[in-house]
């Protein structure tokens, strides 16, 4: 991998984390209302986080 490579990985990784956190933040905020939600909302609100969360593993781990 090139220098430049590991710059642009590193400048999307900065430009994605904070969208990626206010997805997450806003899905665990509706999901503490869960009870008042159908139960196809909950399901996928439980997909985004789901999937947020990988996108953010993935974000997280180290480059090779």
């Known amino acids: 991998m090139t220098d430049s490579d590991t710059d642009a990985f590193r400048t999307l990784r900065h430009d994605l984390s904070n969208p990626l956190a206010a997805i997450l933040a806003e ?3 509706l ?3 869960e009870a008042s939600l159908d ?3 909950v399901e996928g609100l439980r997909e ?3 999937l947020a969360r990988r996108m953010r ?3 997280a781990a180290p480059r090779r």
Do not use: Y
Request: a negative charge; glycine letters at 0%.
């Open 31 to 33: 999901l503490l209302n």
């Open 39 to 41: 139960a196809e909302t």
């Open 48 to 50: 985004i986080e789901a």
């Open 57 to 59: 593993e993935m974000l």
């Open 27 to 29: 899905t665990q905020l």
